[in-house]
């Protein structure tokens, strides 16, 4: 990237500022494709905004059971991506966290016994926990020929009353019934990696292909031919920073060190995470937004499981004992810096 002038351009949004980074165009090209790059970031907080009562988030926490709501695909979208990685954590991710938070504080669960079971066998570590892989059924879709239905949803109804419809029209989330939590989702912990792919897209139509976009430094996607040097670790008085060079993926990083402790655990109903810190690299960078902040609440050993067959995914963790566990560790990760 030495030989490519680099222009740089910052925005704030989402509740904190985003940054693009622009090569080899020249700077009044490269400022008109970053103001529409920003655009569509501002575009997508208007959909996905919990303290806007017009978003669509905000619509769907306010329907009622067997309500349905209208919605783009840019929100189909994100919610889909987060079914599936609900489904692939068991549970460890989960937008509907406040509810479950709120109803837990409030001094209940509202489960019986059968559903408690449900809740403990998603938790053991059987069936589809510890994968990337795809949703338990969350997603419906209509065809002409009829009425086509995914696997089975109940196991998920009660901590995320909400299901995807798909017709040949539009798209629909329509609110369940069954659930004592209720809902109230919030897309923080993967909407802003989902804003990155989405805005990338606007670049392509600029034929940008060579670009760092930073989401407030917690989520970073590197595109273009050569790579980027971005820093990852780091933040504590007993951890060394180091680099990684990223080409066509994202990194994303949760932890307390700025924040302090405001991850919640939707499976252990409990407001302290497993991790101090955790690094995640996909080449999507919803997922490893997302993935960042399942990771803080998982154990090791669950999160070797869900990485050991992903070698796109590579994650550096620092638990509560200080110590850094690598998983699927990068060849040119160094701590020369």
Known sequence: ??????????????????????????????????????????????????????????????????????????????????????????????????????????????????????????????????KIGPAVGTVKTETG??????????????????????????????????SAYGLD?????IGKGYAL???????????????LANAGESTVLARGKEAWPVTVGGGFDFLKAGRVSLKDRALSGSGHEVKGEHIYDPRGRQSQSRQLAVWVSHPLPALSDGLSTAFMVMDLEEIEAATAAQPQIWTLVVGRDKNCYWFNRPADFSQDI
């Open 1 to 130: 990237m030495d030989e490519l002038s680099i222009h740089r351009f910052s925005h704030e949004a989402m509740s904190t500022f985003f940054e693009l980074l622009l090569a080899g165009e020249e700077e009044i090209y490269d400022r008109s494709a970053a103001q529409a790059f920003f655009k569509e970031i501002d575009r997508l907080e208007r959909l996905f905004s919990r303290f806007d009562p017009g978003s669509e988030i905000s619509m769907i926490n306010r329907l009622e059971p067997g309500e349905t709501l209208p919605i783009g695909i840019e929100t189909y979208e994100c919610l889909k991506t987060s079914f599936e990685l609900m489904a692939a954590t068991g549970g460890a991710f989960n937008i509907n966290f406040r509810a479950i938070k709120n109803k837990h504080s409030a001094g209940g669960d509202g489960l019986n016994k059968e559903k408690d079971e449900t809740r403990n066998s998603t938790e053991s570590g059987d069936s589809q926990n510890n």
């Open 145 to 178: 020929s009829g009425q086509e239905s995914r696997p089975e949803k109940e196991a998920w109804v009660e901590l995320f009353p909400l299901e995807l419809l798909e017709t040949q029209t539009q798209y629909l989330a329509l609110r369940l019934e069954g």
């Open 185 to 189: 989702l919030d897309v923080g912990a």
């Open 197 to 211: 792919e989405a805005a990338s897209n606007v670049l392509a139509s600029w034929e940008i292909d060579s670009f």
